[in-house]
């Protein structure tokens, strides 16, 4: 499967994104869906994951009540609503796919990467 992430940009503090995950290439209810996100300096840091069905979510304590992860099996599409946006959320954005029927949470498990989209918040 292939993945590209769209949405990302510059916005103040208390500002909100949407990013966008389109999948193709492969069945899109096969996939658990994940963000993470790598800022400047740092390790790739997992942010927001759903199942495969869309009904079952798991957040980084970081975002949590900030952002919202959701899933469109119509448009083979995975989204991060992000509200409330902090300095400390900059970092590029990375989606992610794996066929798992889990939630989980490490880098390690996802096997398809999209190329990244940058989220850059000022103070």
């Known amino acids: 499967v292939q993945l590209q992430a769209s949405g990302g940009g510059l916005v103040q503090a208390g500002g909100s994104l949407r990013l966008s995950c389109a999948a193709s290439?492969?069945?899109?209810?096969?996939?658990?869906m994940a963000w993470f996100r790598q800022a400047p300096g740092k390790g790739r840091e997992f942010v927001a994951t759903?199942?495969?069905?869309?009904?079952?979510?798991y957040y980084a304590d970081s975002v949590k009540g900030r952002f919202t992860i959701s899933s469109d099996n119509a448009k083979n599409t995975v989204y991060l609503q992000m509200n409330s946006l902090k300095p400390e959320d900059t970092a590029v954005y990375y989606c992610?796919?794996?066929?798992?029927?889990?939630?989980?949470?490490?880098?390690?498990?996802?096997?398809?990467w999209g190329q990244g989209t940058q989220v850059t918040v000022s103070s």
């Open positions: 290439g492969g069945t899109f209810s096969s996939y658990a």
């Open positions: 759903i199942n495969r069905s869309g009904d079952s979510t």
């Open positions: 992610a796919a794996d066929e798992t029927p889990y939630l989980r949470y490490g880098s390690r498990w996802y096997a398809y």
